[in-house]
């Protein structure tokens, strides 16, 4: 689907596209994932730096690696994993980008007010 080509998506892109943002709406995840693109982490150190508990950071690794967002390798008995996809950063940089254009003509607005 091209953006000027007028064509809906089929309903099974739109089903896949809901899921994809439905994994991006937990703030746990989006969290997980910026420590990651600080660097290869392991668990361990997940929870020190996040305060969740090892099921809850291991339930959502699960999810954020079967959407490929997040791939993991083994040294030793530990699990290291990493950020694999730059598409989550570059949302969140136009998602914020947006809301900092939406707040500025906000405030404009109650400037001439």
Same mark, same amino acid.
């Given at each position: 689907?091209?953006?000027?080509? +007028? ?5 099974? !892109?739109?089903?896949? =596209?809901?899921? $994809? $943002?439905?994994?991006?709406?937990? @703030?746990? /995840? ?5 420590? !990651?693109?600080?660097? @290869?982490?392991?668990?361990?150190? !997940?929870?020190?730096?996040?305060? =969740?508990? &090892?099921?809850? %950071?291991?339930?959502?690794? +699960?999810? !954020?690696? /079967?959407? +490929?967002? #997040?791939?993991?390798? /083994?040294? +030793? #008995?530990?699990? %290291?994993? &990493? ?11 136009? #998602? ?9 003509? &906000?405030?404009? &607005?109650?400037?001439?007010?």
């Amino acid at each position: 689907m091209t953006p000027m080509s +007028g064509d809906m998506p089929s309903p099974q !892109l739109l089903e896949e =596209f809901s899921q $994809f $943002f439905r994994l991006l709406s937990e @703030p746990a /995840r989006l969290q997980l994932i910026c420590h !990651l693109k600080q660097g @290869p982490m392991d668990v361990a150190a !997940l929870i020190e730096a996040t305060g =969740f508990s &090892q099921s809850h %950071i291991s339930r959502q690794l +699960g999810q !954020l690696q /079967r959407a +490929g967002l #997040v791939s993991c390798e /083994r040294d +030793g #008995v530990r699990m %290291i994993y &990493q950020a694999q996809d730059e598409l989550v950063s570059d949302l969140c940089n136009l #998602v914020q980008k947006r809301m900092k254009q939406r707040l500025e003509a &906000q405030l404009e &607005q109650l400037q001439i007010a």
